[in-house]
């Protein structure tokens, strides 16, 4: 079974063909399927952020229903974001040291800094903003675990005057203000991480921090139609339509641009076509055309470009009912596109030799430290812990006190 | 008003134990510069890093692809037994005829490399009237000026030493990979046993005790020259053979400036 | 100033200290003595013992074979090229040293067999068709291969 899987990427042997450096003919490729999700995770915590922005900062009303589960979906991915790298070191022990003794030339040493400041500068404080006044009514009426947890949360602070809570928006709005950037910041560098490298010509390209910030946005987007969509089903509400309308809008938008820019990648290496282009010519063609041409391209944007295009025209005719199974049919499409796109950006940098004579097969396990299985617990935990967030901060029985982004218009015009 | 007291009071605290752990570092960092590098137990104690300079040449023209270097460098060193992991190997090129009819100026390139080339060349398989030009070539680290894999390394645990070696800290080095990643000419390895990154030290622990790195030693036919800048000696092989022959480098539009040269170096080595 | 700022204004030092004390206690006390590297790192590498003993340590004790040899054509080939890696010898001269074994032929073929790819300059043969009943040392000296024995 698990061969089965593996096969439909990563042919049987012969390991290599043509002539790669004796370093690069080992079985294994040197970073694997956790170094695939590590991109991945990182652009659904930037992706859903800026979906929560549009309501903060660019006060986009309908969105209201998903602000504070996308801020819950950012967090709990972020929390997750480093999980991958640090499985995948060979001395887990020692990346302390990327915090103590930073190499500033290095994109990868950065990360420990960018990821600080957006966790604790950015979320946890726009969060924190935002959930103050809740924290503490709902300390002051909830006992046992939760009560604590909550109590905790407040910080000690439990002024919820009139003045204190006008504050808290203010300073929510400028975090988030400050938050965009950041989140930009934050994937950016995840690209720049594998743009910088001019060792690799599948990788060393200045559009790839763009190609990554604008595919983030993409699927941060389509999982936060997914959760809202998934969350009022298993609660058994009813959506709100004209949310989740915005959201294709926004979605379409988005990956409209991102369509563009991919493309406009794609166009520059055909046409100046420079040393290494018939390795990359063959990799499109061969090595990767399964998740390449049909994950990527076909699922991933054309697909939902289509769809969520023709519904920009035409959905006032088209049935609630149709409208949701296009809009999750949609954004399950964009989640598995893009995940074949960092698959294709991590792996397709590895599979032909930096000689440029020749390529690599490689086959990922199922078990073992970068396998399969390895992947699939690290991806499942954040929605592990987004549902103990949703359960503690999103609970039904406990009423939010006035949502933050209505008021947030009369905050922002007292400044 | 009491309170705003003790979270005074909690802040004086906070900077007084700052201030105590910043003079308690700068006493280990004077401790530090006192103690110089080289007086570990085996270490050469007259070897000063900014006093050299190593520069390692190659003439492409005088390898013969014995494959010598390779397993001494193996022995030396005690690299990895298996075929995936190399500080130095050899190259061969086999440049085929042009098709008949075809009015390209050469044919196909053949390059391999059967375990780096440590057990010699067995004959190949293409007939030697199809062949027009054939030749080795050895590979090592490149000694790059601006070394790619230095820039990248996240914790400073590879490094330009000043002596002209890039070298690993194998007890820094968190094995992230990502200097295998940035080497642009397959260089490096993962160590399957420490798990760090791994590559050419120019025999570090040799140059240093004034001997030559293992592969330069064992070299029969003076294909690699290997000497220092900074002492040259009478007729020196490097300078000599800087003077008398055209150098190239490998991949220099990656701006990476190798300070390993190579004489009649053919264009399709990369 | 508010309390929640200034809550945060407290968590934020808390952090930043924290994370400032942390830096100085656990930098290796050698690192930037010569760049952003641990300078004691040069030193554990020079601090590997060579196996390989070099020309030098042979020359102390072997003169009379290394005369021999230079006047002849394998003047380029190091002692170790042939004799293996010998500083456990050298440290110990009555250790065995290592002696090619002259009924093979194939520390020889080595360099000398028939190679396309090798430089014409290098002398070669092709196995099948050069005396193959014989051993090569039986009409060439390892040390002066231009003499016949």
């Known amino acids: 079974m698990a061969l089965d899987v593996t096969n439909v990427v990563v042919e049987a042997l012969p390991r290599f063909e043509g002539y790669v450096y004796p370093n690069e003919s080992g079985t294994h490729p040197l970073w694997g399927f956790l170094i695939v999700l590590y991109p991945y995770i990182t652009g659904l915590v930037a992706g859903a952020f800026i979906m929560a922005s549009l309501v903060r900062v660019f006060r986009v009303k309908p969105l209201e229903p998903v602000y504070r589960l996308s801020l819950l979906t950012a967090l709990a991915f972020m929390l ?18 990327i915090m103590i003794t930073p190499h500033l030339t290095s994109p990868m040493a950065i990360f420990g800094f960018v990821y600080a400041w957006y966790l604790m500068a950015v979320l946890l404080l726009e969060l924190w903003f935002d959930y103050r006044e809740d924290f503490v009514v709902w300390s002051q009426k909830t006992s046992g675990i ?3 947890i909550y109590r905790a949360f407040t910080l000690g602070v439990t002024d919820i005057s009139e003045k204190a809570i006008a504050l808290d928006l203010k300073l929510g709005w400028i975090i988030s203000i400050v938050g965009i950037p950041s989140a930009f910041l934050l994937h950016g560098y995840v690209g720049f991480i594998f743009g910088s490298i001019k060792a690799n010509p599948w990788w060393g390209n200045v559009l790839m921090p763009i190609i990554f910030i604008l595919s983030a946005m993409v699927s941060g ?30 979605l379409f938008y988005a990956l409209v641009i991102d369509f563009t820019v991919e493309a406009l990648d794609w166009i520059h290496r055909v046409y100046s076509a420079e040393e290494g282009f018939h390795v990359i010519e063959y990799m499109a063609k061969e090595k990767l055309f399964y998740t390449l041409s049909i994950g990527q391209v076909l699922v991933g ?87 103990v967030m949703i359960k503690l901060f999103l609970s039904e029985r406990l009423p939010t006190t006035g949502h933050v982004p209505h008021r947030v218009d009369d905050a922002v015009s007292e400044i | 008003m009491k309170n705003t007291f003790s979270r005074r009071g909690l802040l004086t605290t906070l900077g007084a134990a700052a201030a105590g752990v910043l003079s308690f570092a700068a006493a280990r960092k004077a401790k530090a510069a006192i103690k110089t590098v080289f007086v570990r137990t085996n270490a050469p104690k007259d070897y000063n890093p900014y006093d050299h300079k190593w520069l390692m040449c190659f003439d492409v023209d005088k390898c013969i692809g014995c494959g010598l ?67 080795f070539v050895p590979k090592l680290c490149n000694l790059c000026e601006h070394s790619p894999c230095t820039q990248v390394c996240p914790v400073g645990a590879t490094f330009d030493s000043p002596d002209g070696a890039v070298l690993v800290d194998p007890n820094y080095c968190i094995g992230c990979g990502f200097c295998i990643q940035a080497c642009p000419y397959g260089c490096r390895f ?21 001997l030559k790195p293992a592969c330069v030693e064992i070299c029969p036919t003076e294909a690699r020259i290997f000497g220092d ?34 004489a009649n170096l053919d264009k399709e080595v990369r | 100033m508010p309390p929640q700022v200034f809550r945060l204004i407290l968590l934020t030092v808390a952090i930043v200290g924290s994370y400032v004390i942390a830096r100085q206690l656990l930098t290796p006390p050698s690192f930037r003595q010569y760049g952003f590297y641990r300078g004691e790192a040069l030193a554990e590498h020079a601090s590997h013992t060579p196996v390989f003993a070099g020309r030098k340590a042979c020359l102390e004790c072997h003169e009379d074979i290394q005369k021999k040899l230079f006047k002849d054509a394998h003047k380029t080939i190091g002692c170790e090229t042939c004799h293996g890696p010998s500083s456990a010898h050298c440290a110990d001269p009555d250790s065995a040293a290592k002696k090619p074994d002259k009924k093979n032929t194939t520390a020889c073929l080595r ?13 070669q043969i092709n196995v099948k068709n050069h005396y193959s009943s014989q051993k090569c040392a039986e009409c060439h000296m390892p040390h002066q291969p231009n003499e016949v024995p």
């Open chain 1, 146 to 148: 939760p009560g604590i």
């Open chain 2, 69 to 135: 270097c390779v397993d001494a460098c193996k022995k030396e060193n005690h690299v990895p037994e298996g075929p995936t992991y190399f500080r130095n190997w050899i190259e061969r090129y086999i440049i085929k005829k042009p098709k008949p009819g075809s009015d390209a100026a050469r044919g196909e390139v053949i390059v391999d490399s059967p375990n780096g080339g440590r057990d010699g060349f067995p004959p190949t398989t293409i007939p030697r009237e199809e062949i027009l030009k054939s030749f």
């Open chain 1, 221 to 250: 987007i389509a999982l936060c139609v997914f959760n809202y969509m998934f969350l009022t089903w298993v609660r058994r509400r009813k959506l709100d339509m004209r949310c989740l309308d915005v959201m294709g809008m926004y």
């Open chain 2, 190 to 210: 993962l160590n399957p046993e420490t798990k760090t990154a791994e590559k050419c030290t120019l025999c570090y622990h040799r140059i240093t005790r004034g």
């Open chain 3, 111 to 123: 360099c000398h067999e028939a190679n396309p790819s090798r430089p014409v300059t290098q002398k």
């Open chain 1, 80 to 97: 997750c974001a480093t999980l991958p790298l640090l499985f995948h070191l060979g001395h887990p022990e020692r990346s302390f040291q």
């Open chain 1, 301 to 387: 944007t054309l697909i939902p470009l289509v769809l969520l295009g023709s519904l920009q025209i035409i959905r006032k005719y088209v049935s609630d009912a149709a409208r949701k199974r296009i809009y999750f049919t949609c954004a399950s499409c964009i989640l598995v596109g893009v995940f074949a796109m960092r698959w294709n950006v991590v792996m397709g940098g590895q599979f032909f030799s930096k000689s440029l004579r020749g390529v690599m097969s490689y086959k990922l396990e199922f078990a073992g430290a970068e396998g399969w299985l390895m992947g699939l617990v690290l991806l499942s935990l954040p929605f592990i812990i987004l549902t």
């Open chain 2, 229 to 262: 800048l900074k002492h040259p000696v009478e007729n020196d092989p490097i300078q000599n053979f800087i003077q008398k022959n055209k150098v190239n480098s490998l991949k220099p539009h990656l701006g990476t400036d190798p300070r390993v040269l190579y």
